[in-house]
């Protein structure tokens, strides 16, 4: 519901696009490892976002001198991004 309808609401009324996400589903039966393996699984996602975090934002420390400042922003605002989005990731 919320990932369909809420978006289309809130595109209606005016506002940011807005909505929530789904479970990922994932089979325990596959993973290789029954004792770690569920929690690689849920560290996956914040790994994830720490990754995409520190990757722009070496990025962004190389190239801060030469970088236009929209691409900068940009660069910040993905950092800042990611950064939340982790944190988000490891509320249960």
Excluded: H
């Amino acid at each position: 519901m919320g990932s369909v309808l809420l978006p289309v609401f809130t595109y209606l009324i005016g506002g940011f696009i807005f909505g929530w996400a789904k479970p990922v589903p994932y089979n325990p039966y596959n993973l290789k490892n029954q004792r770690w393996g569920p929690a690689l699984v849920g560290g996956a996602g914040p790994a994830s976002n720490i990754f995409v975090a520190l990757v722009f934002a070496a990025l962004l420390r190389a190239f801060s001198a030469s970088a236009p400042e929209p691409l900068a922003a940009i660069f910040t605002t993905i950092v800042f991004v990611n950064i939340l989005l982790a944190v988000f990731n490891l509320v249960p």
